[in-house]
């Protein structure tokens, strides 16, 4: 029988493995469909910007799932929440796959991505089963098989869709491997996150603004989150319409193979969460924002060379995914007791930030092209670094009531190594 956690109980083993490829499951199903919108465009005869609109319908449903089904995670029965969420994100794949127009196809990506939140409530459950000290290196590595699950994803839809000569299978295997995490994963999870409480669902969700606004260590890095994941989602949106286009030419076997390409930077990622127990999240979110405008610059620089759009995806890969697993660890050290509400509010602003950047993207590239698509990400980069550089000062003294006990009980602390 899975363990119960209180809110006092020690750290216990985590199994790292079965949540990394749980979540690399299914955060699939948010990035899998990107290699295949000039796929679908073409079957189903809408044009390239309407099939864009699909990518940012995943990015607004997965936004949406996190405001108003991960903060359960903190007081519901994990086993039976993670159940129904398995079961309803494969049934919204299998609409999907027989969808006969793209407005059906866009809702059920809508349904299915507002689901499909798993992975941004293994990843509080994995912090609180590591406990204070290993929060950064667990995370990371439930971390790196988001990462793989997002970009593999791509390689694998879109082999699956030139091997098959249909978009429509990849939706189909993806509702099978999510179904199949029915058999395992549920009852190898705790009965909960913590101690069953008094507050209600209502309660969860008018909480997280004062969260938000009690706890800088939660302010910084959802803003850093935003930024940086604007620019990944406005880069891999358009990409697939930018390898089809001449001279290039290639077909969504080719933009799925990025995944693979991709790899390295991928695995590279994972040692961002012992750098940030060690050095502190800031130190590591400097360094992810040098390698991500860096990809950018290579790939604006260089467009129609596949090496530099390699290269470029690389420094990309590994810039953004750093600066997500060091802005996690430290939002963790806020608490147990509010660790899926302060991953919500932290997830939440990162994938509108995606969403954004996903229909940015998309509109940019139909009006201007590759060249405006990727300055627009850069600027994104920009005001990351911006925000970086002024969280450095350190934050004026307040003379405001204590408000922590409303924001959930947890008093607010900077962890050693951070400003």
Same mark, same amino acid.
Request: glycine share 12%.
């Given at each position: #029988?899975?363990?119960?956690?209180?809110?006092?109980?020690?750290?216990?083993?985590?199994?790292?493995?079965?949540?990394?490829?749980?979540?690399?499951?299914?955060?699939?199903?948010?990035?899998?469909?990107?290699?295949?919108?000039?796929?679908?465009?073409?079957?189903?005869?809408?044009?390239?910007?309407?099939?864009?609109?699909?990518?940012?319908?995943?990015?607004?449903?997965?936004?949406?799932?996190?405001?108003?089904? !991960?903060?359960?995670?903190?007081?519901?029965?994990?086993?039976?929440?993670?159940?129904?969420?398995?079961?309803?994100?494969?049934?919204?794949?299998?609409?999907?796959?027989?969808?006969?127009?793209?407005?059906?196809?866009?809702?059920?990506?809508?349904?299915?991505?507002?689901?499909?939140?798993?992975?941004?409530?293994?990843?509080?459950?994995?912090?609180?089963?590591?406990?204070?000290?290993?929060?950064?290196?667990?995370?990371?590595?439930?971390?790196?098989?988001?990462?793989?699950?997002?970009?593999?994803?791509?390689?694998?839809?879109?082999?699956?869709?030139?091997?098959?000569?249909?978009?429509?299978?990849?939706?189909?295997?993806?509702?099978?491997?999510?179904?199949?995490?029915?058999?395992?994963?549920?009852?190898?999870?705790?009965?909960?996150?913590?101690?069953?409480?008094?507050?209600?669902?209502?309660?969860?969700?008018?909480?997280?603004?004062?969260?938000?606004?009690?706890?800088?260590?939660?302010?910084?890095?959802?803003?850093?989150?935003?930024?940086?994941?604007?620019?990944?989602?406005?880069?891999?949106?358009?990409?697939?319409?930018?390898?089809?286009?001449?001279?290039?030419?290639?077909?969504?076997?080719?933009?799925?193979?990025?995944?693979?390409?991709?790899?390295?930077?991928?695995?590279?990622?994972?040692?961002?969460?012992?750098?940030?127990?060690?050095?502190?999240?800031?130190?590591?979110?400097?360094?992810?924002?040098?390698?991500?405008?860096?990809?950018?610059?290579?790939?604006?620089?260089?467009?129609?060379?596949?090496?530099?759009?390699?290269?470029?995806?690389?420094?990309? !890969?590994?810039?953004?995914?750093?600066?997500?697993?060091?802005?996690?660890?430290?939002?963790?050290?806020?608490?147990?007791?509010?660790?899926?509400?302060?991953?919500?509010?932290? #997830?939440?602003?990162?994938?509108?930030?995606?969403?954004?950047?996903?229909?940015?993207?998309?509109?940019?590239?139909?009006?201007?092209?590759?060249?405006?698509?990727?300055?627009?990400?850069?600027?994104?980069?920009?005001?990351?670094?911006?925000?970086?550089?002024?969280?450095?000062?350190?934050?004026?003294?307040?003379?405001?009531?204590?408000?922590?006990?409303?924001?959930?009980?947890?008093?607010?602390?900077?962890?050693?190594?951070?400003?």
């Amino acid at each position: #029988m899975a363990p119960r956690l209180a809110p006092d109980a020690p750290a216990r083993p985590v199994n790292v493995l079965l949540l990394a490829v749980a979540g690399a499951v299914t955060v699939a199903n948010i990035y899998f469909p990107q290699p295949l919108l000039a796929a679908v465009a073409r079957g189903l005869d809408v044009s390239e910007r309407t099939a864009g609109l699909v990518a940012s319908a995943a990015q607004i449903g997965y936004a949406l799932g996190i405001l108003l089904l !991960v903060p359960l995670a903190d007081s519901a029965r994990l086993r039976r929440l993670t159940s129904v969420l398995l079961a309803l994100t494969s049934t919204a794949l299998l609409v999907a796959a027989a969808a006969p127009d793209v407005v059906t196809l866009g809702l059920a990506t809508l349904a299915l991505s507002t689901t499909t939140v798993l992975p941004q409530i293994l990843t509080p459950v994995a912090a609180v089963l590591a406990g204070p000290g290993r929060q950064g290196r667990v995370v990371g590595l439930v971390g790196l098989g988001l990462t793989l699950g997002s970009t593999l994803s791509r390689t694998v839809s879109g082999a699956v869709t030139d091997a098959s000569g249909s978009w429509r299978v990849a939706y189909v295997g993806a509702a099978v491997a999510t179904a199949a995490l029915l058999l395992v994963l549920p009852r190898r999870l705790p009965e909960r996150l913590g101690s069953r409480g008094p507050t209600s669902y209502a309660g969860l969700l008018t909480g997280l603004p004062r969260l938000l606004a009690v706890h800088r260590e939660l302010r910084i890095p959802a803003l850093l989150g935003a930024c940086v994941f604007a620019a990944f989602s406005v880069f891999w949106s358009v990409l697939a319409f930018h390898l089809a286009a001449p001279p290039l030419g290639y077909g969504p076997g080719a933009a799925g193979l990025f995944g693979v390409l991709t790899l390295p930077a991928a695995l590279l990622s994972a040692a961002a969460g012992p750098l940030a127990d060690r050095y502190g999240a800031s130190a590591v979110s400097v360094g992810g924002l040098v390698c991500a405008g860096l990809g950018l610059a290579v790939a604006g620089l260089a467009p129609y060379s596949p090496a530099a759009l390699v290269s470029g995806a690389n420094l990309l !890969v590994v810039g953004v995914s750093s600066c997500q697993v060091a802005n996690q660890a430290r939002i963790f050290a806020i608490g147990r007791a509010v660790a899926a509400r302060v991953n919500t509010v932290f #997830m939440l602003a990162t994938f509108a930030g995606g969403a954004l950047g996903s229909l940015a993207g998309s509109w940019l590239y139909a009006a201007r092209g590759w060249p405006a698509a990727l300055l627009a990400a850069g600027a994104c980069v920009g005001v990351a670094g911006l925000v970086v550089l002024l969280a450095a000062r350190p934050a004026a003294p307040s003379c405001a009531g204590d408000v922590t006990r409303e924001a959930g009980g947890i008093r607010p602390r900077i962890p050693q190594g951070e400003s």
